[in-house]
């Protein structure tokens, strides 16, 4: 079974708003972490630079297809979704993203405190022959360079195969890392850079969830 990856981005009306959101996607963490072994990994993000007080981000990841249905499922998730249909608190629909792992990479077996994270999502427009080309290009360069890795906890590349574009979430042991990792030559993250064109770097700190390894 491949594992899979949803992220999510969530706009509220405004900062109150969000704090119920917040408290909703709290209880769900908690219930995941007790009863969902399925759930690998539930992160609760906002922005980096937090100025409007109102957006957060979602990077969740299930060991299966099946694992994220169960979790749609669940009374605590059924009343988030609940809190979303009633009004005054979401600006706009989610965009939500839900995609099998192409390519992972991660130097650190331990598991990370949540708080001291750097966390970067991306969305590239691949070149030279589209996504499937760009991400074989990652993967042969990135094996052949282990030893030039940052301190990195995590880094995944999902495939848009019908939009031919590459989605990624980077999990790094603080920014220090995420910035030495863009200096890198051979540094995977710095290598997709090079195959692709970025429409979309989002920088987040985590704010709760779980991560099992």
Request: glycine letters at 6%; aromatic letters at 8%.
């Amino acid at each position: 079974m491949v594992p899979i990856v949803t992220t999510a981005k969530i706009v509220c009306v405004d900062k109150e708003a969000r704090k119920k959101v917040l408290d909703a996607f709290h209880q769900i963490v908690e219930f995941s972490r007790q009863n969902e072994a399925g759930v690998l990994r539930y992160m609760v993000t906002i922005p980096l630079e937090d100025q409007s007080g109102t957006d957060l981000y979602m990077i969740e990841e299930y060991a299966s297809a099946a694992a994220n249905e169960s979790h749609i499922a669940t009374p605590p998730v059924q009343e988030l979704l609940t809190l979303f249909g009633k009004g005054g608190i979401l600006s706009s629909k989610p965009e939500v993203s839900t995609l099998p792992i192409s390519y992972r990479t991660n130097s650190s077996s331990a598991i990370p405190t949540l708080s001291s994270l750097a966390i970067v999502i991306g969305r590239y427009k691949c070149e030279h022959g589209g996504s499937a080309d760009a991400l074989r290009k990652v993967m042969t360069e990135s094996e052949g360079s282990k030893d030039d890795y940052v301190p990195l906890s995590d880094y995944v590349i999902m495939e848009e195969k019908e939009s031919g574009r590459l989605k990624t979430v980077g999990i790094y042991e603080g920014w220090e890392a995420w910035e030495k990792a863009k200096n890198e030559r051979f540094y995977m993250p710095h290598v997709m850079h090079e195959e692709s064109t970025a429409m979309a770097i989002v920088r987040l700190r985590a704010v709760d969830g779980l991560w099992r390894k």
